[in-house]
């Protein structure tokens, strides 16, 4: 069975930046597609970044320039490198792969990351 767990969000200001990670555990080969996702408050959960097991990846429009996914095959670990944050930023964020268009696994808690002066 695998387990995400994600870390990394807090409170910050406009303007800042943080750095969630991503721990991927169980018993499986390789991670494969993974995303990142975020669900405002009252929203629908949608995918805000992936990359693929070489690291082709994909933004949603809005954090494009602001937002980089990255990965680490090896300790199963993906990342997501957030700048210039804005309130509409402001989610839970969670990790998952990506298989068929939709997610593989089980949701993880996520990692709350709001941005409010």
């Known amino acids: 069975q695998v387990q995400l767990v994600e870390s990394g969000g807090g409170l910050v200001q406009p303007g800042g930046s943080l750095r969630l990670s991503c721990a991927v555990s169980g018993s499986i080969f390789s991670i494969g597609v993974m995303g990142w996702y975020r669900q405002a408050p009252g929203k629908e959960r949608v995918l805000v970044a992936s990359?693929?097991?070489?690291?082709?990846?994909n933004y949603l429009d809005s954090v494009k320039g602001r937002f980089t996914i990255s990965r680490d095959n090896a300790k199963k670990m993906v990342y997501l490198q957030m700048n210039n944050l804005k309130p509409e930023d402001t989610a839970v964020y969670y990790c998952?792969?990506?298989?068929?268009?939709?997610?593989?696994?089980?949701w993880g808690p996520g990692t709350q990351v709001t941005v409010s002066s």
């Open positions: 998952n792969g990506i298989i068929g268009g939709g997610n593989r696994w089980s």
């Open positions: 990359s693929t097991g070489i690291g082709i990846t």
